[in-house]
């Protein structure tokens, strides 16, 4: 089972540069979201989407862009890379229903220069 | 809005001592609770889920949890904790309906051997 898979697992960014976090699912949930994590901090919610085409910004969604084209795929844009965007970031989806988990993928380490 | 609080920031114990992780959160209606453990450069992983039914939850490595309705709380406990426990552990509330997770900012755990 792959799960909730996201690539890459390292990235270094110049400030200003522009890259795509990848998220991918196989478990045909509908309720997708992204997360960063900073020390101190726990996890906060960027954006997230509750099925194909609809996405909705989170708690800290500034400088980041999100779209939903299939179920499967929600990918993280980073549209001009800047030092505070260093971080770690999960992806995590759920099947939207009541009473269910949601599950993470591996994250992805982003460090901006 | 959710919010949740873990008041314990940075935990020592030596091996073969108990634990308990303090979680508070703020909403008063029907929520789903999770504690996640984080490993030292791995992602997310379930420990533990509370839906609904008994209050005291089992989840895996020996780990517990019990949800107190009236105190807004879902403490962690572990009767004796192991070197491999070291981590870091998240606390996070779901409103039922709703797929948000709602994280705490996380407690460090060091268990000396």
């Known amino acids: 089972n792959a799960g909730v898979t996201q690539t890459p697992k390292f990235q270094v960014l110049k400030t200003g540069q522009s890259m795509t976090l990848q998220c991918a699912q196989d478990m045909n949930h509908e309720y997708m979201s992204w997360y960063r994590q900073d020390p101190g901090m726990g996890l906060r919610l960027i954006h997230y989407s509750v099925g194909a085409g609809i996405t909705d910004q989170g708690e800290v969604p500034n400088g980041y862009n999100v779209s939903r084209s299939t179920t499967e795929d929600f990918p993280l844009r980073l549209l001009s890379a800047a030092p505070s965007q260093t971080s770690v970031y999960f992806c995590a989806s759920s099947s939207g229903g009541y009473n269910t988990e949601a599950f993470f993928g591996q994250g992805t380490r982003l460090t901006v220069v | 809005a959710q919010s949740v609080s873990q008041h314990n920031h940075h935990v020592i114990l030596s091996e073969a001592a108990s634990l308990e992780l303090g979680c508070n959160y703020s909403?008063?209606?029907?929520?789903?609770l999770f504690w996640y453990v984080q490993y030292p450069g791995q992602h997310l992983q379930l420990l533990l889920k509370y839906f609904s039914g008994d209050p005291l939850v089992k989840g895996i490595k020996g780990f517990e949890a019990e949800f107190i309705k009236s105190k807004f709380s879902f403490n962690l406990r572990k009767p004796s904790v192991q070197w491999s426990d070291t981590a870091e552990y998240f606390c996070?509330?779901?409103?039922?309906?709703?797929?948000?997770?709602?994280f705490g900012t996380g407690t460090r755990l060091l268990v000396s051997p």
């Open positions: 909403y008063g209606g029907t929520v789903n």
């Open positions: 996070a509330v779901r409103n039922t309906g709703f797929q948000k997770l709602v």
